[in-house]
């Protein structure tokens, strides 16, 4: 297993976040809406990348009073079950001060794991939030409290 890291994006990851974007959703997010993301301080990006450059995954969240909302996070299917994802919620949980709250679909089941693993908790469903195919979402919610605890164990 290669060492990767984590670190803010930049504008010469956009292709390569779009284009995961692209293969991992139904209604994928733009290159420009990276591109907003990246210059909007409410909003942060970051990437996973092997020690040597080679690009892994992103997650992206949005801050608004004081509460923040992580509405994309994405990893190569090849770096899958390397703990990527879980390093990259990891760092997010880290950064952000106050709550974060995220939906996922009903049926991600490695997804819902992965979340529970970093400490969020279930808090609640969307009916028929996500379309192609519809689907109800579960919402989950990560506590500066939780961060605490996580770190006791």
Do not use: Q
Not at 63 to 89: K, M, Q
Not at 94 to 113: Q, T, W
């Amino acid at each position: 297993m290669s060492a990767f890291g984590i670190r803010e994006a930049k504008a010469c990851d956009i292709a390569e976040i779009a284009a995961l974007e692209a293969a991992c959703f139904s209604f994928p997010w733009s290159a420009a809406d990276f591109e907003t993301m990246i210059a909007a301080p409410e909003r942060t990006l970051l990437v996973a990348e092997e020690a040597g450059g080679g690009f892994l995954g992103y997650i992206g969240a949005y801050t608004v009073a004081g509460e923040t909302d992580i509405s994309t996070v994405a990893v190569l299917p090849a770096a899958r079950g390397r703990g990527v994802g879980y390093a990259l919620v990891s760092a997010l949980t880290a950064k952000m001060p106050g709550d974060i709250f995220l939906e996922v679909r009903k049926s991600n089941a490695a997804a819902r794991a992965l979340y529970e693993k970093c400490g969020f908790t279930p808090c609640g469903e969307r009916k028929n939030y996500y379309a192609a195919p519809r689907e109800d979402a579960v919402l989950y919610h990560f506590s500066p409290a939780g961060r605490r605890e996580n770190r006791e164990k």
